[in-house]
């Protein structure tokens, strides 16, 4: 009968510290930009701005959900750098 609360308090230890383990190596808890008081610090580097045809990608999707362009796929292939040349790649 002893042998068996040991074994059962060994094995609840052992699921404790699994569980801390795996809460301890939880996404985000030891890779946080977050500072003292929950406020993320800034990024280490800046992306590289876009290029000038993503603000007429972004028009064109804005004028397909306002209905005034009937052809998304037509209208982005032609905005963007070699888009009417897809069909010379295959």
Known sequence: MNGLRTAVAALVALALLASAGAAAAAPGAAD?????????????????????????????????????????GEAVSGLTPGGGDASADS
């Open 32 to 72: 946080s930009d977050a500072g003292p008081n929950g406020d993320a610090d800034p990024p280490g580097e800046l992306p590289e701005p876009v290029p000038d045809f993503v603000g007429d990608v972004h028009d064109t999707i804005n004028e397909f959900l306002s209905g005034s362009v009937d052809a998304l």
